[in-house]
């Protein structure tokens, strides 16, 4: 039931990192009533808005999820290393696993700060469908990111456990490897995304 309760905090932040950003995003979206006049979209800065929180999904979420399970399996790995020291350096690759999706939302967050042009230091005026097609690309490693960070944690405890008896967790190294292959995707799909947007079209 603990195991539940820690990802179900994740799946809360995550949420309400999603919901943060809607409600930012949703300023001037008419809900009803009178109807508005349509925004302008090459003299708006709400493209850039967009792209902002594109970055910044990218990089919290995927980064949230590694430090946690960086943190789970360090501790598993702390108590294998107390107990045997010499088992130390096979524990520290189940360390460094989960701390991949984060630097997979690294690489996206940079991506899209490039491809929108947000590192040019001036608000760029970024159409309003090309800063959402970003907040867009950000989702698949953002959420992805975030939920086989916790996972692939979980199943690297195990294969320090692995470790602990026999001394070698070869296969254990395998079954984490496994969770890793859905946040690879996703990063390859992000990145797809992103270049696949038409900034200077």
Known sequence: ????????????????????????????????????????????????????????????????????????????????????????????VFELLPATQGLYGFVIAMFIAVFSDILSGTVMQLATDLGRSFFYASLPIGVVGLVSAYFQSRVCCAGIGIVAKQGNGGMGITFAIMVELYAILALIISILMVVGVPVNA
Do not use: H
């Open 1 to 92: 039931m603990k195991k539940f309760r820690k990802f179900a905090i994740i799946a809360v932040i995550a949420a309400l990192t999603l919901l943060v950003c809607g409600a930012v995003l949703a300023e001037g979206v008419p809900m009803g009533g009178a109807p508005q006049m349509p925004e302008p979209q090459d003299n708006t800065p709400k493209g850039y808005i967009w792209a902002a929180a594109a970055v910044c999904v990218a990089m919290i979420l995927p980064g949230i999820g590694s430090a946690l399970g960086v943190g789970m399996a360090g501790r598993a790995a702390a108590g294998v290393a107390a107990e045997d020291p010499e088992k130390g350096g096979s524990c520290l």
